[in-house]
């Protein structure tokens, strides 16, 4: 493991599990890649106050959001809620969503300052939120891109709440506006209602490194803003890539986090040099995450070993200039004769695959379902069951409880339920991905 130490309260920490042995012949290496960062939470008061954040909050006020009028003012709630929640110092906007996008507070193209005064007035113009109209989302993550672009804030945030399908937009448009905006801010998504495509909303989140997540009663919907606003205020360092250094004849084969959820970033790939390339990770707080790193190495013979990557977390440099590397891990190679070496799992490793196999087995269960395949689904979520099971996530568990009569749930054995929820089939598919970290022993 190494440290080194940034220019910010924040401290950054990689630490590498892995079975390094491979048997003659073998040349797939598979290695846990655990990133740190602490320290950063006693300055992000006093960042706040310098402008290091801008937020967006993005509302849907589409004509179906006041059917029932309870997810109107829900979201009217949870916005001002949000608003309370902002530092001081924060840069921030609310724009109204429909089939066009509306500045609602501060209006004119700019960001308002958060202090006592402008949150009292964003509140107020919350008042004035009516629904009305159709649903095109790419339009309004084009104004919030438009108006974080014009700050000099390190963290750039949108929050989007939708309580529908985008009807009113190409879906290659919003495949396009969501390719421009990567990596110029990121956002959170939610799902109010259980009228809207999951897949739409956890692809807006994962194209832009946020969470997604469905909030079925919207008198919830303030909690869950004041929780996802906080989190915002709580980050320090924004734009840190993984870094990947691997030598001569090693090939990457894929970069997935797995930490705290799942999410594959093999294709987000961006050269760095020789043989370096990063992938995005976002903004970051007092955290951890993990990523599952595989990479192809040549054969070679029995005794010798090799350096198979170099795992950095890195900043990106200002024009012309090298980037910061805030730490870096080694995965390594060797080859042996000895069987119980070679053969034996890292047990990071094997809890991780596990975890990334239960949320493709859910989506994939959950999609047979769809499509009326008893056999297909049931096997897929008795699949899920098994491996919920025995990672020991629970909360999954408990999801997938509601969709399948739950006969063994060592052996996978289940029944699909002949009615569910829709709240329930959503809610399971929406936070499938979600994983839970090694036991400790």
Sequence with gaps: MANFAKPSA??????????????QGGRDVHAIVTATSTGGAAATRATAAHGSAAVVIMVDCSGSMEYP?????????ATAAAVDTLRDGTAFAVVAGTHVAKEVYPGQGRLAVADPVTRAQAKEALRGLASGGGTAIGTWLRLADGLLRRSSATIRHGILLTDGRNEHEDPAVLRATLDACAGRFTC??????????????????????????IVADPAHLAEDFTRMMGNVMGKEVADVALRLWTPVGVEIQYVKQVAPTVQDLTNRRTEAGPRAGDYPTGSW?????????????????????????????????????PASVLAQGLVRAVWTDDLAASTAINPQVAHYTGQAELAQAIQQG??????GDVDGATAKLGRAVQLASASGNADTARLLAKVVDVVDAVAGTVRLKAKVADADEMTLETRSTQTVRVKKT
């Excluded at 209602?193 to 999951?198: H, L, M």
């Excluded at 959950?366 to 499509?371: H, I, M």
Aim: proline share 4%; aromatic share 6%; hydrophobic share 40%.
């Design 188 to 213: 959170d998504a939610r799902g109010v209602g259980t009228d809207w495509e999951v897949k739409e909303v956890t692809g807006i989140a994962s194209a832009l490194l946020g969470s997604a997540d």
């Design 366 to 371: 959950l999609e047979a379902r769809k499509l």
């Design 285 to 321: 707080g007092d955290e951890s995450r993990e990523y599952h790193v595989c990479v192809r190495v040549p054969s070679a013979a029995l005794g010798q070993e090799m350096l198979a990557a170099r795992a950095s977390l890195v900043l990106p440099g200002a024009a012309g200039e």
């Design 10 to 23: 924040a401290r950054f920490s990689v630490e590498v599990y892995q079975n390094e042995f491979l048997p």
């Design 69 to 77: 009028p309870d997810k109107m003012r829900g979201a009217r709630e």
